[in-house]
């Protein structure tokens, strides 16, 4: 039931910043953008989320579009550990309600 | 962030067997967790929904009696793969939301049936 369409793969050099894009064109008005990134046989980690603002906090950058039909996370400065599959997701913010994940896009950083 | 932990990370077992994963929220109370299930290569696939002091809802086309969830605590819910076969092998992983609508993930069991 995923909502958001991501590439399947990206690459990224070391040290350079990584912009990962997802589409979302049919997002509501009360639903937020939220991305979280899983590293080989390890749950998925939270990164950021957001409504219609752009948000910054220790690990990433999000920018969303003034549609809200897209947003790209953005890795300003990319290590080799951050080489893992990156969701984006689209829901509500409620409590209880359920993500559902897509794909997502494999990053892969490069030496 | 929250913390959510599980147990065992990885477990083998004899097909026809029952498996007990637990998960807790280590600093948070938790009404409300997921339970997730990963194939090799794939994305995750919501499994059900682990409601504390009630059933749990499962998603379309998730046996109930194959799986299953109890929550007898704000910070503990047990998935149960009942009469396991090798086809049930599988990454399980829950989580918990937290106050700010996010869902904290646990470090996901590893299951092997032989």
């Known amino acids: 039931d995923a909502k958001t369409t991501q590439p399947t793969s990206m690459d990224c050099a070391e040290g350079r910043a990584a912009n990962l894009p997802c589409n979302h064109s049919?997002?509501?008005?009360?639903?937020?953008v939220y991305w979280y990134r899983q590293i080989h046989s390890q749950g998925p980690q939270y990164i950021i989320h957001?409504?219609?603002n752009n948000e910054t906090n220790e690990m990433a950058s999000l920018i969303i579009t003034e549609d809200r039909k897209s947003s790209t996370l953005i890795l300003p400065h990319a290590t080799l550990r951050d080489t893992a599959v990156y969701y984006c997701i689209v829901r509500v913010e409620y409590n209880f309600n359920k993500f559902y994940f897509g794909s997502g896009t494999k990053l892969n950083v490069k030496p | 962030g929250a913390v959510v932990s599980q147990h065992p990370s990885w477990v083998i077992c004899k097909s026809g067997t029952s498996v007990k994963i637990e998960c807790r929220s280590l600093d948070f109370q938790a009404t409300t967790m997921f339970w997730y299930r990963q194939f090799p290569k794939q994305s995750l696939m919501l499994m059900a929904t682990?409601?504390?002091?009630?059933?749990?809802?499962?998603e379309q086309g998730v046996e109930k009696d194959k799986f299953l969830i109890n929550h007898a605590s704000l910070t503990l819910s047990t998935l149960t793969v009942t009469s396991a076969h090798p086809e049930d092998s599988s990454f399980y992983i829950c989580s918990a939301p937290g106050a700010a609508g996010e869902l904290f993930f646990g470090e996901g069991s590893r299951l092997t049936v032989l």
């Open positions: 957001g409504l219609k």
């Open positions: 682990s409601n504390e002091g009630s059933k749990a809802t499962y």
């Open positions: 049919t997002i509501s008005g009360n639903e937020y």
